[in-house]
């Protein structure tokens, strides 16, 4: 089979690796890639929000099957573009997309049926934001209602961050029209976990559950980004839990989304915060997390290809998925200044040998690698257990050089001190 894959980051590297391994991959486009995902596929320089360039290309390659990974193109609806020109593709379309795309959306789902999650007002004036501000209780979460690359949500400690986090939302507009509205939510305390779930829309197969370290910094500090690393499996998400999720929270979902007619098939994203009185949805993605599957795809002993085909076809309840009993580990290098601003251009110096490394932000002149965005790569390693896993990232981390380069220092280290699992 001919795959076109869309998308140019660390994550659809990880996804490509991955359908190469498939007995029925033939050929894959990555659309558009970038200088690392050149190894391992052609890449063809069309942006994925450029959804008439994407579909042109569809029509003149004609490929067997499309997996279509970013936010963006789902939610402007590129699965429903392609599969009207008869190209079957891996994720939901627009109006399954929106579970992602609008968390008000979404906050109002979970009402609706019953899935936990946290206390929430939804405002449009920033007026009546600030109003509200000053009857709740603090910490609290403000979150912009659409995309914002993973960097729309923020944790205040009082009423001043709460309004300047409001301000620069709905009044400067920094997310653009995705600011427009917010949310204003309870703050909830407990361990994060990150699942990413197979669904066709009535089966849902649980990945492995994994950590993810948002903040820039070591100790959890810093700015929000997109993800400074990531350890699979999270230790906290014991059987015990992964069973109460299913019932309360996973199928409840899949349930719910096909009783509001947006069947939702692909890849289902769940935050999850384990509170004092159970597990609650921080957020949903409506595709795989970026790191989050670069620790979850090398754990996957089943054939990827095989699984999206099922996804695709509603028979995910018969398809094979096997999961690895290992441990991963991603550590991020990052451009130094990420996730504000940061010089680009530096030469990456990688390991001549095999090791998962999947680039992120590079792009290729010549025979040189360069560094083109903020976080470059990230260095992953498997092992028994999890300390061998982080030990052997940050070794593999340690032999990868780029000038101006970054990483934070403690991934894994929460979840090494966590109760072993259940």
Not at 124 to 143: C, D, M, Q
Not at 371 to 378: H, I
């Amino acid at each position: 089979m001919n795959i076109m894959v869309i998308g140019g980051g660390g994550r659809e590297h990880a996804v490509v690796k991955s359908l190469k391994k498939s007995k029925r991959c033939e050929k894959i486009w990555c659309l558009p890639g970038n200088g690392g995902i050149a190894a391992d596929c052609a890449c063809v320089p069309i942006q994925a929000t450029d959804l008439d360039g994407v579909v042109a290309f569809a029509k003149e390659h004609a490929p067997d099957f499309a997996v279509v990974t970013p936010d963006d193109p789902l939610c402007m609806g590129l699965v429903d573009r392609l599969e009207a020109i008869g190209v079957p593709c891996f994720g939901p379309r627009a109006n399954a997309a929106i579970i992602e795309g609008s968390k008000v959306f979404s906050k109002e789902l979970m009402q609706k049926y019953g899935i936990p999650t946290a206390k929430s007002r939804a405002f449009t004036s920033p007026e009546a934001a600030l109003a509200y501000l000053k009857t709740t209780t603090y910490p609290a979460v403000v979150k912009a209602d659409g995309l914002a690359l993973g960097k729309g949500v923020r944790i205040v400690r009082d009423s001043a961050e709460a309004e300047t986090a409001v301000r620069e939302m709905m009044v400067e507009k920094v997310f653009g029209e995705s600011g427009a509205r917010v949310l204003i939510e309870e703050f909830l305390e407990g361990p994060e976990v990150s699942v990413l779930a197979f669904t066709d829309g009535n089966t849902i197969v649980p990945m492995v559950s994994s950590m993810d370290h948002k903040r820039a910094w070591d100790g959890d500090e810093g700015p929000n980004t997109g993800g400074m690393g990531t350890v699979a499996p999270n230790p906290y998400y014991t059987k015990e839990i992964a069973e109460r999720c299913m019932r309360e929270i996973f199928l409840p979902t899949v349930a719910a989304m096909h009783a509001e007619g947006r069947t939702f098939r692909g890849c289902l994203y769940f935050g999850l915060m384990l509170t004092g009185e159970g597990p609650k949805v921080i957020e949903y993605n409506c595709r795989f997390g970026d790191p989050e599957t670069q620790v979850v795809l090398p754990l996957l002993e089943s054939d990827l290809l095989e699984i999206m085909l099922a996804v695709r076809a509603g028979t995910l309840r018969a398809a094979d998925v096997k999961f690895s009993q290992k441990s991963a580990c991603c550590v991020v290098l990052a451009s130094r200044g990420y996730p504000k601003s940061y010089k680009m251009g530096y030469e990456i110096s990688l390991p001549v040998t095999g090791e998962e490394i999947y680039i992120a932000g590079a792009k290729r002149e010549g025979e040189r690698l360069l560094t083109a965005g903020g976080r470059v790569l990230g260095a992953v390693a498997t092992a028994e257990d999890l300390a061998t896993a982080v030990k052997n990232a940050y070794a593999l981390a340690g032999r990868i050089g780029f000038e101006n380069a970054y990483m934070r220092s403690d991934i894994g280290a929460r979840a090494l001190r966590a109760k072993p699992r259940a």
